[in-house]
């Protein structure tokens, strides 16, 4: 059922997309329960002319939900926006193609209370980046994949996770 409702989620995602209060995660669990008609979502923000990833916002250190958007900001690769309980949405920085372009995946706040996430294309060789951003909008591309078989191998990250030992783990396609 979960799957089902993250398909339909997915796929609903369109150009001029909707930030909702609300988690597929939690209307699963409060269906699967039987107190659906608990459930409430509410339009907190109208994206104009963007295109968020499709993971949705993650909560920051800073107690903001931050999350990417494709083909927008200032240079038409990408961007990254604070949305704060006020409904307010401000850009945190855009990428330039060089540090990134097209973010994909979901952020993952690290230990050290920055953001890190992947961007499917872009870098210095076009094949992808990895990225940290502080919440005050310093964005640093840790990685660019080369798309060989050497160091940096493979190309269009996916995003990832973190593990328990801290470390972050993911995967690209291959070459």
Not at 23 to 52: D, H, I, K, N
Not at 70 to 95: A, D
Not at 139 to 168: E, H, Q, V
Request: glycine share 16%.
């Amino acid at each position: 059922m979960l799957g089902e409702l993250e398909n339909r989620k997915l796929s609903s995602c369109k150009p001029r997309s909707r930030l909702l209060f609300g988690l597929s995660f939690v209307t699963a669990l409060l269906l699967v329960s039987g107190q659906a008609s608990a459930v409430s979502l509410s339009e907190l923000y109208r994206f104009p002319q963007a295109y968020p990833g499709p993971s949705g916002p993650v909560l920051g250190p800073d107690d903001s939900f931050y999350g990417t958007c494709e083909h927008t900001g200032e240079f038409g690769y990408g961007w990254i926006y604070r949305f704060t309980t006020n409904s307010s949405v401000t850009l945190v920085t855009s990428f330039a193609g060089t540090n990134g372009s097209l973010p994909s995946g979901s952020l993952v706040t690290g230990n050290d209370g920055a953001l890190y996430g992947t961007c499917s294309a872009g870098g210095t060789h076009g094949f992808g980046t990895v990225f940290r951003v502080t919440t005050n909008g310093l964005l640093t591309s840790l990685l660019s994949f080369t798309g060989t078989n050497g160091p940096n191998f493979g190309l269009r990250p996916k995003g990832f996770g973190k593990g328990r030992d801290g470390a972050f783990y993911g995967c690209t396609d291959t070459t």
